[in-house]
């Protein structure tokens, strides 16, 4: 039987990060330039019920039976298994390569979680739908956040932009005008469960405070998607500058990322902002023709470890 793989997309938040956990919209993108990758391939030669997991990319490489339940790997399996009632599976190797950066904010373990479960369904000879696949992942991400919003597998799964509200059926985005981002890396990991921890415990002993944050963080998410769909550009940039403001208000910039977006906005950048979890990670900054260039030679001298470009058509 020949291997089988399927890949996903990473994916960036532009609008409403945070804020989405607590009922508030977010805007979000695929990621096709960093993609991660699963491949499983049967072992007919294996003692039966062998599951081999390799993840040269973490340095793992080990049998299932001596991964714990709550290792996200070993989830992510038992739940297609479970799905489809299956106690004893065919032996197999699952491979997993991942291009997309731990602790970004692009969605490395959802997009794991999501090539996984359509590798290995297919495998099992019963593919899963996206409906299925993206509600596999959610269990997924509950292990690698603890509190998610859901936005990651939605965005990931569906690998288009989307408009999403928790518990909501999700809107799929459709601009009428291109627009491109750069994103740039500070260098910086930090992982989102740690500050969605951070930000619920605030919210925790100031609920009025944060509310009105979010509420103000969920007006700006809605005026986005109307500007993403007209077109409108400056406004769009506008609104990324205000919700980064009110992001910051919540202690999740760093200096990393103030240098960054301050050195993106000096050099023309239509409006930047950090994206995901926040603390480090990548900031994005929307450029047109006339200053891509020299926004990303900015962003290099001022320290950004990586930048590439992504363009939404």
Known sequence: MPAIFSTAPGKVILFGEHAVVYGQPAIAIPVTQFKAKAVVQALPLAKAGTIHIEAPDINLDTDLSQLPQT?????????VLDTFNIDKPPSFLLRITSKIPVASGLGSGAAVAVATIRALSSFLGQPLGDDQVCSLAFEIEKLHHGTPSG?????ITYAKPVYFIKGQPIEILSPTASFTLLIADTGVSKATSETVAQVRAAWLANPSEYDAIFNNIGEITRAARSAI???NLKLFGQLMDQNQNQLSEM???SPELDKL???AKKTGALGAKL???GQGGNMLALVDESNQVSVQ?????AGAVSIF???IP
């Not at 790997?73 to 038992?78: D, F, G, K, N, S």
């Open 309 to 311: 470009s992504t363009t």
């Open 297 to 301: 030679s900015a962003l290099k001298n």
């Open 261 to 263: 977006i301050q050195e």
């Open 229 to 231: 769909t007209a077109g």
């Open 275 to 277: 994206s995901g979890g």
């Open 251 to 253: 202690d999740l910039s």
């Open 71 to 79: 290792n996200p790997h070993a989830r992510v399996i038992q739940l």
């Open 151 to 155: 936005i990651d597998n939605t965005v």
